[in-house]
């Protein structure tokens, strides 16, 4: 076995190996290869070698090998290949291979955190699935923990339906969605969720069945806002659009919050229609937002 680093792995994979090889290399190099996707997934300087990675991850000896190891129930898979096995695959053209890549997370999943987390089956599933997102026995950054939340965001309006739409909207609380995101992601607190929602896209194209969910999502935000520490909430806001304003300055694009879970001028039309059925802590999250972008004149033009 060669040294234990991904140019290792690399290296390793590039053999005519036998299953039985092809095993053992996979149970030997998992934690190099978690830890390069913890420390490389948003590191865009090395993205030639971080792909080259990836295609040896979706390449159908790998595949077919993890896929023996977790279906045989081999406990000695690490969890968080689970994250791994998401982001080589999620955003290929394969779509047969990314959902294989998918439900073999899940499995990994299912078999760590169980299938009765809160005792709710769909809430459980939704978890499920939210996890194989994010990595669960590594210390990640800040900036990676936001990415996880964003993650999750991401196509969260479609599962929430697939797994909720027999059930009256209005029990996609805010209980439910924290038990989400807090099970899914260990401690996570709400100013991270409030960073990410500033950072996370809303399909313009959503799929009409899907909106009323991504509604039930961003009113959770809003109360979110309502409930955290002002203190913290400035300064997940102040990260959150200094890397907006960087990530324009660099690729020349115009990204505001309107386009955004924590849209700030949906939020200011919902309270200027003055409808008595407010709720307080979306009026106490709007004088929050406000007073931030009153604040910060240099960010005013995001709101």
Known sequence: MNNLNIKGF?????????????????????????????????????????????????????MNT???????????????????????????????????AFMLGYNLREAELGMNITG?????????MSSVKTVRDY??????????????????????????????????NENVMSAILTKAIPDLQLEEVISASCKSCLDKNMNNEFKPYASRIQSFIYKACGVVDEN??????????????????????KETL?????????????IKSNDPSIHVLIKRAYKVLDKFKNNNPKFKHLF
């Open 120 to 128: 709710h089956k769909e809430t459980d599933i939704v978890i499920l």
């Open 10 to 62: 690399i290296n390793e994979m590039s053999y005519d190996l036998t299953m039985q090889e092809l095993e053992a290399a996979v149970i030997d190099y998992q934690d190099v290869i978690i830890d390069y996707f913890v420390h490389n997934t948003y590191n865009y300087k090395v993205r030639k070698e971080f792909n080259e990675v990836c295609e040896i991850i979706r390449g159908k000896r790998f």
């Open 258 to 270: 309107i386009d955004k879970y924590l849209n700030f001028k949906l939020l200011e039309s919902v």
């Open 232 to 253: 913290k909430i400035e300064k997940a806001l102040t990260a959150a659009c200094n890397s907006i304003v960087k990530f324009n300055d660099r690729t020349g694009r």
């Open 139 to 172: 210390v990640v950054t800040p900036f990676f923990r936001t990415k996880e939340v964003e993650n999750i965001l991401e196509n969260l309006p479609e599962v929430l339906y697939k797994a909720y739409n027999k059930y009256p909207i209005s029990s996609i």
């Open 66 to 100: 993890i896929s023996y190891l977790i279906n045989s129930d081999d406990s000695r898979i690490k969890f968080d290949m689970a994250f791994v096995l998401y982001t080589a695959t999620h955003h290929i053209e394969d779509k047969e291979l990314a959902h294989e």
